[in-house]
């Protein structure tokens, strides 16, 4: 078990006042640094709510005497900021309000004038892309701070020897002056629901702080635990949630604006998580990532909690294939799931399944495969696509009766290997469970995870549609973002050829990557800097060649 904090945990929740905040949340105007800007109500209500948020928490915790003439990171949640992106929603409240950004800013630096602004957007939306959309760019050069973009950086790796999954990490060096205690860490994550966790809010921000490869390593059925794992390592200083416009539904495909308007802010990041999660109408006991976090001691039963818990309606995130709304947005597109772990339902002596129990054999992976399937198709609707086309989508390794394979379809009816075969029309499997089923079906997408974006990209390929995001009439920041993405290969590759490393090998296998054995005292410790290697010149030629490959994954299949 972990030991409790050795200060006292509070969370502070300021509702804004009552106004229409429901424009700029997503990118910053173009009056952003004049007085017009300055002098708008929506702005006014958000420096004043943040403010007297921070205010309220300061005068408990003390945090500004631990910031003042030290460096201060601050990382906000733009895994993707969608804003004029080609969908039929101009913003969406994905990423984490730069209103509030600006007013965290202003008020830290009464205390220091050493603050950054970092962030690793998802893979295939480079970070500088999301720093222009957003208009953090300007907010920087306004207020006179750094920004950096986290994949374009040097790494520290370590090991975790207390880490049921997650054994070991990679972060950008920057964040080892926070393991260091040298630098104050504050985390601005957006207030929304998420396919992969139900929730994303504090801890989850932290998967923008790992690289690339180990985002997707373990990025299935142990996401919860391999996040919880993280806090071996670092934990955030500072939680500051954007609540002002919340985001309820299938992120990170663009989800529908809440009006919360409340900042909730803590010292202790599982707690503001639960304050937050109860207020988006959902039982903290019922998140998956809450429970592995309380499991380990990470939590801090004598928190104090100060403001009004306002319960807001979210509509939660659904990443079921099998159910009604896939019937009813994608009528002609067969599921068949086969799953046989993790308590998966099994099928009875008639080799069914009930209905009712085909969304918990979905679940008993869902932070892989598919909710990243879901995020495919969830993408076709706001796209506009067309969705009447035929086809069999394909999930897990398959349950095991009588010596044969079996898939699930939503009703509970097994599919056979012979009986899919038979199945007329194109087929797509998904993860590298299903390798087996590679002379069966028209398309396979390998990995465990795979790509973010395959998905969604060999739907386009088999469906023969043009994405909507890869149009230029459409998207708006396509130049831009392609023309960033070739800027990251081009950085990356430079450190690889001097020889240095930056991440893990990618990993597409479900299994718990170990490292070297540790001795008794090191298995004490919660987190041990152990370098990388050097570079071999034949692993060098591999990395740059995946490195174009990646780039490649995001946007052809």
Known sequence: MCSKPNVPSYVVITHARPLDY???????????????????????????????????????????????????????????VFHELGVKQIDSPESTDPRVIDAVVEFIQQYTDKITIVESSGRGMPTRASFKISG???????????????????????LL?????????????????????????????????????????????????????????????????????????????????????????????PVAPVESRVIISGNQSVETDRVATRMMG???KDIALMRAADAVGFNDPGVTVLGEEKVFKFIPAEASLTGAWMAGNFP???????????????????????????????????????????YAFAMFLHEGQKRDFKMTVLLGAGVPVDGSIYYYDASGKPYSLDDIKAIPGKKLAIGSCTAHLKGIVTNHIDGCMPFPNSQHATLHLMTGTLCAVMSPVRNRFLLPALLATLGVCERRKKFYRQGIRLDIPLGNRDILYETRPLSEEEKQLDHIHEPFPPLSKAEIRELCASENRAILATFIP
């Open 136 to 158: 953090l760019d300007r907010l920087a050069k306004h207020r006179g701070v750094e920004l950096i973009a986290l994949e374009e950086q040097l790494t520290d790796r370590y």
């Open 22 to 80: 429901l424009h700029d949340y997503v990118s910053l105007p173009r009056e952003y640094g004049k007085p017009a800007y300055d002098a708008r109500p929506d702005v006014a209500a958000i420096r004043a709510a943040v403010t007297e948020n921070l205010r309220q928490l300061d005068e408990r915790t003390h945090f500004t005497d631990k910031i003042k003439n030290r460096k201060v990171i601050i990382k906000p949640n733009l895994v993707c």
């Open 161 to 253: 020897p207390k880490a049921k999954v997650m054994k070991e990490i990679v972060v950008p060096r920057v964040f080892s002056e926070v393991v260091r205690g040298e630098a104050f860490y504050i985390s601005i994550p957006k207030m929304k629901t998420n396919l992969y966790t139900g929730v994303t809010l504090g801890f989850k921000n932290a998967m923008g702080t790992i690289t690339y490869n180990l985002r997707q390593r373990n990025h299935n059925h142990a996401i919860d635990q391999k996040l919880v794992d993280m806090l071996n390592l670092f934990k955030a200083d500072l939680v500051v949630i954007d609540g002002i416009v919340g985001g309820a539904g299938d992120c990170p495909a």
């Open 282 to 284: 959902f039982d903290p």
């Open 332 to 374: 002609n597109v067969k599921v068949l799931v086969g799953h046989s772990k993790n308590n998966a339902p099994q099928p009875g002596s008639d080799r069914k399944i009930p209905p009712a129990k085909m969304r918990d054999m979905e679940y008993t992976c869902m932070g892989g495969c598919l909710a990243s399937t879901r």
